[in-house]
């Protein structure tokens, strides 16, 4: 199989062998990939200065096996400049698709999702609402999906002035004040997030808090990564808005 003028974006880099790179890259028509770049180390590869994140590509690779070789990486667009907290912010979003998507199974809503993002990381700097509308999107791609609109036990419409409890797995529940597990989350924010309104700070403590167990719950145990060098680069420090996303 040759592919040729594929939209995407490496998510990760390492090294193979004494001249090559091992790519963990999200296209937008094949999913997640792996492919080795093959020279891309040396000073006169073909691929210098190419491979690098946050940077829409066009991308081309062959191979029948698992692990593709890649023939063409060309910038497609600018690099999003992700600078500061917001720079974890973005490699937050990369280590979900390296953790929750399977290997060419296509997520073409979550590509443009994942490309809207970056711009706003890069251009606004608005980093708490993008990463839960990301974080909302990529749930439900690859199936774990949230209920936002009804109360679990009795069917009805979720009411913004009423307390929930969210359980990771089943959705919201009347909340009792004596549940254990899940998280406590107002109506408002559900809906605000199954809306995609706008949202206050009360509404991203909130879902903050929600989509945290929920992650934890999938992860079974596993860590993201960026998220405990984040919080040991800041700890000493008073948080800006931007950091409050991920801490």
Same mark, same amino acid.
């Given at each position: 199989?040759?592919?040729?003028?594929?939209?995407?974006?490496?998510? !990760?880099?390492?090294?193979?062998?004494?001249?090559?790179?091992?790519?963990?890259?999200?296209?937008?028509?094949?999913?997640?990939?792996?492919?080795?770049?093959?020279?891309?180390?040396?000073?006169?590869?073909?691929?210098?200065?190419?491979?690098?994140?946050?940077?829409?590509?066009?991308? /081309?690779?062959? +191979? *029948?096996?698992?692990? *593709?070789?890649?023939?063409? @990486?060309?910038?497609?667009?600018?690099?999003?400049?992700?600078?500061? #907290?917001?720079?974890? @912010?973005?490699?937050?979003?990369? %280590?979900?698709?390296?953790?929750?998507?399977?290997?060419?199974? #296509? !997520?073409?809503?979550?590509?443009?999702?994942?490309?809207?993002?970056?711009?706003?990381? /890069?251009?606004?700097?608005?980093?708490?609402?993008? =990463?839960?509308?990301?974080?909302?999107? &990529?749930?439900?791609?690859?199936?774990?999906? =949230?209920? =936002?609109?009804?109360?679990?036990?009795? +069917?009805?419409?979720?009411? #913004?002035?009423?307390?929930?409890?969210?359980?990771?797995?089943? +959705?919201?529940?009347?909340?009792?004040?004596?549940?254990?597990?899940?998280?406590?989350?107002?109506?408002?924010?559900?809906?605000?997030?199954?809306?995609?309104?706008?949202?206050?700070?009360?509404? &991203?403590?909130?879902? *903050?808090? &929600?989509?945290?167990?929920?992650?934890?719950?999938?992860?079974? /145990?596993?860590?993201?990564?960026?998220?405990?060098?984040?919080?040991?680069?800041?700890?000493?420090?008073?948080?800006?808005?931007?950091? %409050?996303?991920?801490?």
């Amino acid at each position: 199989m040759r592919i040729k003028g594929e939209p995407g974006f490496i998510l !990760h880099r390492r090294p193979f062998s004494e001249s090559s790179l091992l790519l963990d890259i999200f296209s937008r028509g094949y999913g997640r990939i792996t492919a080795i770049a093959k020279g891309a180390r040396k000073q006169k590869s073909q691929y210098r200065g190419m491979i690098r994140p946050f940077a829409l590509t066009t991308l /081309g690779w062959s +191979g *029948k096996g698992e692990v *593709k070789t890649l023939t063409q @990486c060309e910038w497609a667009g600018p690099d999003f400049g992700l600078r500061g #907290p917001n720079l974890f @912010c973005g490699y937050y979003l990369s %280590e979900l698709l390296i953790k929750f998507l399977q290997r060419y199974d #296509p !997520h073409e809503r979550l590509f443009d999702q994942y490309l809207k993002s970056l711009v706003h990381l /890069g251009v606004d700097g608005e980093s708490q609402s993008t =990463l839960r509308l990301f974080e909302k999107v &990529l749930l439900r791609e690859v199936g774990y999906g =949230l209920r =936002l609109d009804k109360d679990h036990d009795t +069917g009805q419409p979720i009411k #913004p002035n009423s307390s929930y409890h969210y359980r990771p797995g089943l +959705g919201a529940f009347v909340n009792q004040g004596n549940e254990a597990g899940g998280v406590v989350v107002h109506g408002s924010s559900l809906i605000a997030l199954r809306e995609e309104l706008h949202f206050d700070a009360t509404i &991203l403590r909130e879902l *903050k808090q &929600l989509h945290r167990v929920i992650f934890q719950s999938l992860l079974d /145990g596993r860590s993201l990564v960026t998220r405990q060098i984040f919080s040991q680069i800041y700890q000493n420090e008073k948080f800006p808005l931007s950091a %409050e996303a991920l801490n």
